[in-house]
């Protein structure tokens, strides 16, 4: 079974640049979530999905980040324009509906902001 | 508001001794699910063993077991014979209930960085 894929692995833009994350979920998960991991901390949930629905987005930072599940299937996480401080690892990760089961996580994109 | 708290931010241990990573948490649900994960320094996250609210039994999953105090509201995380590769980020997390949205999400904690001496 193929795991979550993400693309780019790494990332280095200026500030006031715009940059996008790509996730292609385990097939079939109709979850599907993005965490910001700031070096030495523990991920914070962006958003969540359930299908291409968003069910979660109260700690994106909406008047730069934005984010879109297509079809129920891949996912994107764009932002712009970027800021020193949203120097962190994007990760994706993606789970069947039932509450009993862990998330599955892609290798995650680790953007630098300079 | 939901919340996991993990006081341990570094831990030593000699190779072969047995660890225990604290968690604890904090929810005013009955039903919840505790996970944790481990994150080398190459980044992935790995999951270890998960903990259902209901369960009676603590987890166990080879080395790893999971010593749930329901009452406590904690969730340890017990290695036994620890090895060079068990280095890492230990996160615990915790699932909520389904809400109105039928989703769930999973909350995680701030870490433990754990060093293994040869």
């Known amino acids: 079974e193929a795991g979550v894929a993400q693309s780019p692995r790494y990332k280095i833009i200026e500030k006031r640049q715009s940059v996008a994350f790509w996730c292609n979920p385990i097939s079939g998960h109709a979850t599907l979530y993005w965490y910001q991991q700031i070096l030495g901390q523990g991920p914070k949930l962006l958003i969540q999905?359930?299908?291409?629905?968003?069910?979660?987005d109260s700690q994106l930072p909406k008047d730069r980040f934005s984010a879109e599940r297509l079809k129920g299937v891949d996912s994107t996480l764009k932002i712009q324009p970027a800021k020193l401080e949203d120097s962190a690892v994007y990760l994706c990760?993606?789970?069947?509906?039932?509450?009993?089961?862990?998330?599955?996580f892609g290798q995650g994109t680790r953007l630098t902001v300079v | 508001a939901q919340k996991i708290t993990q006081t341990q931010p570094g831990m030593f241990v000699q190779e072969k001794e047995a660890v225990t990573l604290d968690c604890t948490y904090d929810t005013s649900d009955q039903s919840y699910g505790l996970f944790w994960y481990k994150q080398p320094s190459s980044g992935e996250m790995i999951f270890l063993i998960y903990?259902?609210?209901?369960?009676?039994q603590n987890a166990t999953e080879g080395r790893y077991s999971l010593n749930f105090q329901k009452a406590r509201k904690s969730a340890n995380l017990v290695i036994s014979a620890s090895q060079l590769g068990d280095s890492a980020m230990y996160f615990c997390?915790?699932?909520?209930?389904?809400?109105?949205?039928?989703?769930?999400?999973?909350?995680f904690g701030s870490g433990t960085r754990l060093s293994i001496r040869p």
């Open positions: 903990q259902g609210s209901y369960d009676e």
């Open positions: 990760a993606s789970s069947p509906i039932s509450s009993n089961t862990e998330a599955f």
């Open positions: 999905f359930q299908n291409n629905g968003v069910v979660d």
């Open positions: 997390a915790m699932r909520e209930p389904p809400g109105y949205s039928s989703a769930s999400k999973i909350i």
